[in-house]
């Protein structure tokens, strides 16, 4: 089972490098006003959501569900984890939905809100982090 986890916290980390990524490129693109430089992210933005970002969540989900089946975690502790992880889920669809915005040249926000969006992944990264090492409830 330490190959399950091993492989949970691999893609964990490459979910959470393309959670830290893309909002900071959305911060670059909401500043950039020339057209090569909108498709240039364009580019980056889509290949990181669909090539690192999707794959990393959708492999960390998978080799969670197994450790939780296999070992049957439970408790309070349990419970908040998985509600930060349903955070981030509804999160990671906001990137899509200011990807898909950017995309249709339809943004409506700045480059300050993107700074701001862009802090909510790490707060979630310690929560998850410390429920996880320490198991506090």
């Not at 939780?68 to 439970?74: D, K, M, P, S, V």
Request: net charge positive; hydrophobic share 60%.
């Amino acid at each position: 089972m330490l190959w399950i986890k091993s492989l949970h916290i691999i893609f964990m980390v490459t979910w959470f490098a393309g959670l830290f990524y893309l909002p900071r490129l959305f911060v670059y693109h909401a500043m950039s006003n020339d057209k090569i430089s909108h498709e240039r992210f364009l580019v980056m933005e889509r290949k990181l959501f669909y090539g690192i970002m999707t794959p990393g969540a959708l492999l960390t989900l998978f080799f969670g569900l197994w450790l939780w089946l296999e070992y049957g975690f439970n408790g309070l502790w349990m419970n908040i984890k998985i509600a930060l992880v349903i955070t981030l889920i509804i999160y990671h669809a906001l990137c899509l939905k200011y990807l898909n915005a950017f995309k249709q040249k339809q943004n409506k926000h700045s480059h300050v809100f993107y700074r701001w969006f862009n802090e909510f992944p790490v707060v979630m990264l310690i929560l998850i982090i410390f429920l996880v090492v320490l198991k506090p409830l």
